[in-house]
């Protein structure tokens, strides 16, 4: 059980006014205490605390909401602020960080808040009305909102830019028909969010934004839609921040793929049990105690070779 000893963040009749440019005057001094209390006591604790933030040991001098935007999440649920957050470091330098946020209202013991605590980022409380805000990429009805908006090449104005949803020729046949299965997350965290969606889809959500192309997508976009190639992990879209020539790679959506893990670690896990095998049996070695295993590095090195080729 994480820690419940969260900061609280006071908010009015709909949080997402406090980032909006068209604040009625008489809500500007309440949306103004609100945005600067989630800059200023709420987000940089956070941050710190995140496998993702990547200046753990930076001392921050400030922490901007550059820009936000309300995005539709799924059927009955509320709508879902994804922000840009511009984090500054006392050493000079800054970074850009995705960061969707969403509010869920119920008291700590409820069922549906409960599994929300790894993730929550402050308690909200609103009149009599209390909740947690957390990170939005732990809700499924979000996630089933992104497949929504790949499937109907969204784009949404996002400050001076767009945010774009960009379905390649073979998101229709991944997606396929009816309910796409159970949104969940991975046992293991990295710099990046990933979650997978039944046995169709993975999205990986980049967190650290950088401008200009990315070759993750550039490569996968190729190999699917250019030079197709069977044995990649396909790419069914991608989700993009567009102002004028600069782009920067929000998420990307691939086809999922079963499977029992990484051949890095299947090695690493054969040569530990081939390794504690030969110390019990020094009598009697095998003279080819690795022709399976060479066979599967043989493929790896054919695959190899025809993923260049491609």
């Known amino acids: 059980m994480p820690s419940l000893e969260l900061p609280t963040l006071v908010i009015f009749a709909d949080w997402h006014d406090s980032f909006s440019d068209h604040v009625p005057p008489s809500l500007l001094p309440l949306a103004r205490q609100t945005r600067e209390h989630l800059e200023k006591a709420v987000l940089p604790d956070y941050l710190r605390t995140q496998r993702w933030f990547a200046a753990k040991g930076e001392p921050i001098g400030s922490v901007k909401i550059e820009r936000a935007l309300s995005l539709a999440s799924g059927a009955g649920a509320e709508a879902v602020l994804f922000c840009f957050v511009r984090v500054s470091f006392l050493s000079g330098g800054t970074h850009l960080y995705a960061l969707p946020l969403a509010v869920r209202w119920g008291e ?33 009805a979000f996630i089933r909102g992104l497949l929504v908006g790949m499937s109907q090449s969204r784009q949404s104005t996002f400050g001076s830019g767009k945010l774009k949803f960009a379905p390649t020729a073979a998101y229709a046949k991944l997606r396929g028909q009816g309910d796409p299965g159970e949104v969940r997350s991975p046992a293991s965290l990295g710099s990046n969010t990933a979650v997978s969606i039944g046995e169709r889809l993975f999205l990986k959500a980049y967190r650290q934004l950088q401008e200009g192309v990315n070759p993750e997508i550039e490569m996968g976009c190729f190999l699917t839609d250019v030079s197709p190639f069977p044995r990649i992990v396909p790419l069914a879209g991608a989700l993009e921040y ?48 690795h022709t399976q295993h060479l066979a599967l590095v043989q493929t790896l090195g054919k695959r190899t070779a025809e993923l260049h080729r491609a």
């Open 108 to 140: 700590v013991t409820d069922d549906t808040i409960r599994p929300l605590l790894p993730v929550a980022v402050a308690w909200v409380r609103q009149q009599s009305r209390v909740g947690i805000l957390f990170d939005a990429l732990s809700d499924p």
């Open 242 to 289: 567009v102002e004028g020539e600069t782009r920067m790679s929000l998420a990307i959506l691939q086809g999922y793929v079963v499977n029992q893990g990484d051949s890095w670690n299947y090695m690493l896990s054969y040569l530990g049990r081939f390794l504690d095998e030969t110390v019990l049996e020094t009598e009697n070695p095998l003279a080819q105690p």
